[in-house]
């Protein structure tokens, strides 16, 4: 069940564990976290007036573009899977394995920890390969959208494939498939990958 009153991450590691900056960066909070094969992640994005694309989206009628509600899915989505990597890291390192949200955020506030999950986001690309998403109802300034990213299975290729959802409150915004396709940054740069 997700917590509002706490975060997983503190702001500054946050920004350090994503590979997005603004005007994109779409996660103001994680949640929830549950680690493992079927893992996942609750995040929250609070929409403001301040968001760039807002006043084009449109003047009359200020309303969330879908493609912006997908990035978020992207974002939760890869930031399910770094975080996964992680406990099995630090399983692998300590033989303590991390299975609580609260033991999640002790490790991550400890230096080797801090270390450990900043290295594995340099070492690992993720990028947003595909979507199957359903638009239910528009997102406004001054909604909190909360968005759950659960993962269905990893193939032997390299992509993760997630069950997502958006909720405003009780209504659902958007919910859908998306695949997300993550590998080693050393072995996209030998295949002249854009990284």
């Known amino acids: 069940m997700a917590n509002y009153n706490k975060s997983l991450v503190q702001p500054n590691l946050l ?6 900056r603004a005007p994109i960066f779409m996660v103001d909070r994680i949640v929830d976290f549950s680690p493992g094969e079927r893992g996942s ?9 301040n968001e760039s694309y807002i006043p ?4 009359d009628n200020p309303v969330m573009p879908g493609v912006m509600i997908a ?14 990597d992680f406990c099995q ?7 303590q394995p991390l299975k609580k949200f ?12 801090t270390a450990r999950v900043i290295a594995e986001r340099a070492r690992v690309l993720g990028v ?20 759950n990213s659960r993962l269905a299975f990893a193939d032997m290729n390299g992509f993760h494939h997630y069950e ?12 859908g498939r998306i695949v997300n396709f993550r590998t080693d940054r050393i072995l996209a740069e030998g295949k002249g990958m854009y990284v």
């Open 15 to 20: 920004l350090k564990m994503g590979s997005w």
């Open 41 to 49: 992640i609750t995040v929250i994005k609070h929409v403001t007036f």
């Open 56 to 59: 084009g989206h449109f003047p």
């Open 71 to 84: 990035e978020i899915f992207g974002q939760s989505s890869e930031y399910l899977s770094l975080l996964n």
């Open 89 to 95: 890291l630090h399983e692998r390192e300590t033989q």
């Open 102 to 113: 609260d033991e999640v955020s002790r490790a991550l506030q400890t230096p080797e920890g």
């Open 128 to 147: 947003l390969a595909s979507q199957d998403v359903k638009y239910k109802s528009m997102v406004a300034p001054g909604d909190t959208i909360e968005v």
């Open 164 to 175: 997502v959802e958006a909720r405003v409150g009780r209504n659902v915004a958007c919910v």
